[in-house]
């Protein structure tokens, strides 16, 4: 079983930064993608960005040149750096995790941008 602990949410104004922590714990298979989704009100969840153990990245195309996501794999740890943010990146943020052996999540941090 693996447990996922997010960090680092908040209230930021517009054009503001924030940077988003993910620490895995557990029982982490060597071969495993990690990333952030998100679900603002009303909505239902969507991908922000995910990164394999090798590096490869995907990005939504809502956040590309705005987000980046990085891992740091020696401590099971991936990072979402938020910049320029929107009123509408405001959601519920969740880290997830996907191996062969299913899914884990996280408890999910909130993020909300002032206008």
């Known amino acids: 079983q693996v447990q996922l602990v997010e960090s680092g949410g908040g209230l930021v104004q517009a054009g503001g930064s924030l940077r988003l922590s993910c620490a895995a714990s557990?029982?982490?298979?060597?071969?495993?993608?990690m990333g952030w989704y998100r679900r603002a009100p009303g909505k239902q969840r969507e991908l922000v960005a995910t990164?394999?153990?090798?590096?490869?990245?995907n990005y939504a195309d809502s956040v590309k040149g705005r987000f980046t996501i990085s891992r740091d794999n020696a401590k099971n740890t991936v990072y979402l750096q938020m910049n320029s943010l929107k009123p509408e990146d405001t959601a519920v943020y969740y880290c997830?995790?996907?191996?062969?052996?299913?899914?884990?999540w996280g408890q999910g941090t909130q993020v909300t941008v002032s206008s």
């Open positions: 990164i394999t153990r090798g590096g490869s990245t």
């Open positions: 557990g029982r982490i298979f060597s071969s495993n993608t």
């Open positions: 997830n995790l996907k191996s062969w052996a299913g899914d884990s």
